[in-house]
């Protein structure tokens, strides 16, 4: 198996970046999933259990989190960009399609997002894999773990 | 995206950077979602929410816009409970917000309703799915950066739910079985939520309710939690909306994509997604989180209680706004209710409790693990799943059972 995959999608939010990933299975919405942001965000993870299964108990801070997208709740932005100013957030986003929370967020933090890829993130992208986004053309280049 | 002469001029700052740094926003947005243009729009609830930072980088974000001179373009409403933030009142009192009801995504509170086919910007979940499946309104859910952006400039991307082809119905959702009350609807709106969790885009349709079968108060709890655990911001009730007054019409006379029957399993599933795991509640919670309670269910509340008294082992709280509230105090209900021992709103309940309320927030979901809280009873899905962030057992029980457990100071496990 080739060690390397890109993706090729919709022209995204933001310039590039690159590290470690952390891949989520449901959507997320930080004010509902993360509820430790709360007492500390520089400290954020997945706290939902039920809402939350493949990624719970897990952190984001300088990865590459890969989600399908956004859910309910339109605080997931003010939440982010307390996360951010702790220096907590991720270093880019990856979704299948993008809610528009996010996008929103993408603009006013510059996180890079790119989303519409010709192969589902979710599937083959693996959490430790390393990802690099460019998000100004829209592609994504994995260095699969193993 | 195409941009008029006159959007160009505000977006190279010819009337100032506020407007320039909002139509930024809009024009970023539109063009990640292929947007074609900006339309108008006719009012904005606005929210900015609850933020882990004080006052919170996205108020700033915010003062940097008031501070640059930005007023509101068209009528925006602020929720007067949030108003009560001296930081919150100012910067919206300079923009030129109404306080209105409008709060916390409940449309309930709605003071000032958009007509069929206008583009709007929707506050929370809960107001936007209301708008667009119920009025017939098109609007998209975004955070305060797309909604102050929006009402700052008077318009909006055109994408999403603005446009025609993107409000039909996709997944269809056949109900065999009844809704009895808004606890059920809430399951309802829980359950298709659960299902199409990962897309923002695809509109359930739901058929089999006859217009007689349902509440507008009904209609509101299925909008607080139809976009809980997933993203949905527009459905389509066949005989009810607006833009399906037939199934056919619902599907724009294509066949659905997928087809989900919902019979009495399908709604039990979510009561036992919610169930508890020991019989001491440490709160019983009427309303909870963007689902303040109608004044039907405070009706019912009071008439439950009449003649009782809840445990004294565990507040029961009860959580009203805007209008509700109002009518509640004329009518004696607040008062029949705190004589029967429950506590109105969080507030109350930290004050009786001697809570510091600088140290703890008066929202259940942010608060329920500092409080020491391990299982919450609460009447809607929606505070069910939300305090599932706070590692807290959620316990999903129709109204008549949330006083029964709070009378009796314990529940079957």
Known sequence: MENKIVL????????SAEGEAIVCQEPINLMADTGNVWNDPSDTSFTNKI????????KFANKILVFPTGKGGIFSS??????????????????????????????????????????NPCEVIKTGDWVRVDAEKGIVEVTKKN | MELTKEEEKILTGAYGKAYQKAMKVLVELGEFYDAKRLVPVKMAFLTIGPTPGNPGKGKEWLKE????????????????ERAENPFDHELNEKLGAIFAFQG?????????????????????????????????????????????????IGKTPEYGFHLSENRKGRILFEIKTIL???????????YISKKLGKNYWDVPVINGIKPDDVTNDELLSFSSSIPAYGAVVHS???????????????FDYKKPEQTFIVEAEEINEVYNTFSPEKEKPDMVSIGGFGVNVSIET????????????????????????????????????????RNAGVKIGMEEFLKDYGYDPSEITNIPIMSAKKLGFKTVVFADAKSCHYIGNQGVNSVLKHIEECIKIAVAGRMEV
């Open chain 1, 8 to 15: 090729k999608g919709h022209k995204g939010i933001g310039e």
């Open chain 1, 51 to 58: 809402a939350m299964p493949s990624v719970y108990g897990k």
């Open chain 1, 78 to 119: 003010n939440i982010m960009m307390d996360i951010a100013a702790a220096g907590a957030a991720p270093k880019a986003f990856i979704n299948v399609r993008t809610h528009p929370v996010w996008a929103l967020l993408s603009i006013v933090l510059k996180i890079p997002i790119v989303d519409r890829l010709d192969q």
């Open chain 2, 65 to 80: 816009l008031v501070d640059l001179g930005a007023k509101f373009k068209i009528p925006s409403f602020y929720p007067h």
């Open chain 2, 104 to 152: 916390g995504g409940n449309a309930r509170n709605a003071f000032y309703t958009p007509v069929f086919g206008q583009h709007i910007v929707g506050d929370g979940t809960a107001t936007t799915h209301y708008m667009n499946s119920y009025i017939g309104a098109r609007a998209n859910t975004e955070c305060f950066i797309g909604q102050y952006s929006a009402a700052i």
């Open chain 2, 180 to 190: 009895k009350d808004e606890t059920d609807w809430s399951a309802l709106g829980y």
């Open chain 2, 236 to 250: 389509l009730l066949v005989g009810v909306s607006p833009e399906s007054l037939t199934l056919e019409q619902a």
């Open chain 2, 298 to 337: 405070v009706i019912k509340t009071v008439e439950l209680l009449e003649n009782k008294k809840v445990s004294k082992d565990f507040p029961t709280v009860i959580l009203m706004d805007g209008p509700v509230r109002i009518v509640s105090d004329r009518m004696g209900l607040t008062d029949a209710l």
